[in-house]
């Protein structure tokens, strides 16, 4: 049997769990300004991209770019270096990937230079597979920047690049 | 902060204010002839009070340097620069603040290590150990900003891979993916980084002056314990703090300042990496980065560690795991004096220690011995810097046989004296 006391007791509960969650959503609405402000500002986000010239890498030569605060590798491959990273295909692989998935065409092949395990750019010509060795913690990279070797759990991720004819190509 | 002494000052102005706010009596029952501390104390105690006085030269040296440092990716390498050749006292100033960051560490170290040895961590102070992790964790996030305002290669590489930890948590929905790009404010370590990391920097010191009041405070219950570590028991077992602790730290301090005097003017970057006089540049990595010295042993532990996810779990566990130790060390027996099996194996993990540092400098790849490379060896080490926790911890402290405990500190003081 519900009498006065009951009543005016369940009142006063809903009273304090609806009062209690008002001020939690209040208290993470005012935080929430706070804690965006860290996120990157408009004008960083303001996406930016850069044209580069082909024809200034010479066959064999690896060059590095800044985008948006990260050096790209431009690396013009030699057919040999081609015919490595096709092999490559069929190693055992921590990110499995085809290099014919990560080139518009092989000779150019472009790619973010942020090592994937802690950010650092790897030395070109470096490491047990004739692509890039990481300085920092030993992460190696093939030549179609694929991890073979070291603490980096991912491929060196191909960048968004669009070819505007044959010499230039626009990243971002 | 309980005392036998009461403060009771006989200058009527003073008692006037003492009964309004007695701040007076706070200081004289904290660290005056109105604490009573144990009679034995020799001089790894001292090293709390060092800790407390690199705090605060660190603060009065940073707020200087603050009024001539400028946190703009463009300006502040040359503006560290201008400190030291241009502002007056500024090569002082700046040399005492770089090199007093290492000095707060080392002092730091020993006063955790004496913890380990003596069995502070033990009831009735596991608060007051929670509270010195906590401060040691503020440390090394101050000092890890510290270190990137001066915008060098190491600066620069330092912050990119550090901050780059986080995004191990990438899994996580919705703020896995943008954790690191919230950190840097960016795509990178930028602007945006350079300048929230000064306004930290700034504010974490004040966060650890904060936190170390808890401690003293928490530590002011139970009073220090000794290197007998048995409980104080009577009037015998103690001594006032002032003067006889004052002196002693006193003389202690002396001693300190002159180690600290011979790195700030004889060998100023000793401590330091010649990258760092070199202005910070997104495109290069240098050959070979490293950490600062104090950060060796867990920066060690995450290249140990082939897999991303589990080698950042494990650099933090390193120091999280002290949280366990009262825990994990079942010892009835405080100091490690009577613990020789105890005593053997702590040494066995500074050694260890010591050594992961001496692996973190290390390139990976380089061949050491018996043709194993560095990696190996950190495996190794890391192995037993964990099983030193897990395993050879709570094992020994419970089998171990320990050695009679005297009745009384008083008892051992003077039978030692008698020994002469
Ligand atoms: C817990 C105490 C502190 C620690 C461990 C610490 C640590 C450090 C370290 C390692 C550096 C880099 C020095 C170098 O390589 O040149 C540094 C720089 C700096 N710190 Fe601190 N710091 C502390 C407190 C403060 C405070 C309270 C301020 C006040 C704002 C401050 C302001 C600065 C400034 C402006 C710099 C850049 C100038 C320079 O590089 O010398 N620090 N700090
Ligand atoms: S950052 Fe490249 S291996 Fe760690």
Same mark, same amino acid.
């Given at each position: 049997m519900t009498t006065h006391d009951d009543v005016v007791e369940e009142r006063r509960n809903f009273l304090y769990i609806a009062t209690g969650a008002a001020g939690v959503v209040a208290a993470g609405a005012a935080a929430w300004p706070l804690i965006d402000q860290m996120n990157p500002s408009k004008d960083v986000l303001a996406l930016s991209s850069i044209e580069v010239d082909l024809s200034k890498i010479p066959l064999g030569q690896n060059a590095v770019f800044l985008w948006r605060g990260n050096p790209v590798f431009v690396r013009h491959r030699t057919e040999a270096e081609i015919a490595e990273a096709r092999a490559g295909d069929t190693a055992d692989l921590a990110d499995p990937e085809k290099d014919e998935d990560r080139v518009q065409k092989p000779e150019w092949l472009i790619i973010s230079a942020v090592c994937t395990h802690l950010g650092c750019v790897p030395l070109e010509h470096h490491g047990d597979f004739d692509g890039w060795l990481c300085p920092c913690h030993g992460s190696h990279y093939d030549i179609s920047g694929r991890v073979t070797k070291g603490p980096a759990p991912l491929n060196l991720p191909v960048v968004p690049y669009e070819f505007l004819d044959d010499s230039t190509v626009r990243i971002g | 902060m309980a005392s036998e002494n009461k403060f009771e000052p006989t200058n009527p102005t003073l008692k006037w204010i003492e009964d309004r706010l007695p701040l007076m009596g706070l200081i004289y029952n904290s660290i005056g002839g109105g604490y009573n501390v144990p009679r034995n104390l020799n001089y790894w105690w001292n090293f709390g009070v060092l800790a407390g006085f690199m705090m605060v030269v660190q603060?009065?040296?940073? !707020?200087? %340097?603050?009024?001539? /440092? !400028?946190?703009?990716?463009? %300006?502040?390498?040359?503006?560290?620069?201008?400190?030291?050749?241009?502002?007056?006292?500024?090569?002082?100033?700046?040399?005492?603040?770089?090199?007093?960051?290492?000095?707060?560490?080392?002092?730091?170290?020993?006063? !955790?290590?004496?913890? *380990? /040895?003596?069995?502070?961590? #033990?009831?009735?102070?596991?608060?007051?150990?929670?509270?010195?992790? $906590? $401060? /040691?964790?503020?440390?090394?996030?101050?000092?890890?900003?510290?270190?990137? %305002?001066?915008?060098?290669?190491?600066?620069?590489?330092?912050?990119?891979?550090?901050?780059?930890?986080?995004?191990?948590?990438?899994?996580?929905?919705?703020?896995?993916?943008?954790? +690191?790009?919230?950190?840097?404010?960016?795509?990178?370590?930028?602007?945006?980084? %350079?300048?929230?990391?000064?306004?930290?920097? /700034?504010?974490?010191?004040?966060?650890? +002056?904060?936190?170390?009041?808890?401690?003293?405070?928490?530590?002011?219950?139970?009073?220090?314990?000794?290197?007998?570590?048995?409980?104080?028991?009577?009037?015998?077992? #103690? !001594?006032?703090?002032?003067?006889?602790?004052?002196? #002693?730290?006193?003389?202690?301090?002396?001693?300190?300042?002159?180690? *600290?005097?011979?790195? +700030? *003017?004889?060998?100023?970057?000793?401590l330091g990496h010649p990258d760092n006089y070199i202005k910070a540049n997104p495109l290069v990595t240098p050959t070979h980065i490293v950490p600062e010295w104090y950060y060796l042993p867990f920066y060690a532990i995450l290249r140990a560690i082939d897999n991303k996810l589990i080698g950042v779990l494990a650099m933090f566990s390193s120091i999280l795991i002290m949280f366990a130790m009262p825990w994990l060390d079942g010892a009835r027996v405080r100091s490690m004096r009577f613990r020789p099996l105890s005593r053997f194996f702590f040494w066995l993990f500074v050694a260890n220690g010591i050594f992961l540092g001496y692996l973190g400098q290390r390139a990976p790849d380089d061949i050491l011995w018996f043709g194993l490379v560095a990696t190996s060896y950190a495996q190794m080490a890391t192995f037993f810097y964990f099983a030193y926790f897990l395993i050879i911890m709570p094992l020994v402290s419970r089998m171990e046989t320990t050695k009679p405990v005297p009745t009384s500190i008083a008892a051992a003081v003077l039978e030692a004296n008698k020994k002469g």
């Open positions: - | 603060i009065v040296t940073g !707020i200087i %340097l603050a009024m001539h /440092y !400028i946190p703009n990716i463009d %300006l502040a390498f040359d503006s560290v620069q201008h400190i030291k050749r241009d502002v007056n006292y500024g090569w002082l100033l700046q040399a005492i603040h770089a090199n007093g960051a290492s000095m707060f560490f080392i002092v730091v170290y020993v006063h !955790i290590l004496r913890g *380990f /040895y003596f069995g502070s961590y #033990k009831a009735p102070r596991e608060i007051l150990w929670f509270l010195g992790i $906590i $401060i /040691y964790l503020i440390m090394m996030a101050t000092g890890f900003m510290g270190y990137v %305002l001066p915008w060098g290669q190491m600066s620069f590489w330092g912050a990119k891979v550090i901050t780059n930890l986080f995004s191990v948590f990438d899994f996580i929905p919705f703020i896995g993916d943008g954790i +690191v790009n919230w950190l840097w404010g960016g795509f990178s370590v930028g602007q945006p980084t %350079l300048n929230r990391f000064f306004s930290l920097h /700034y504010l974490l010191p004040f966060v650890l +002056v904060g936190v170390v009041i808890l401690h003293v405070w928490a530590l002011h219950i139970p009073g220090s314990t000794n290197p007998l570590g048995i409980d104080a028991k009577g009037k015998h077992d #103690k !001594i006032p703090f002032h003067p006889y602790y004052t002196a #002693k730290d006193a003389f202690g301090l002396g001693v300190f300042i002159i180690f *600290f005097a011979a790195f +700030v *003017f004889y060998i100023p970057d000793f």
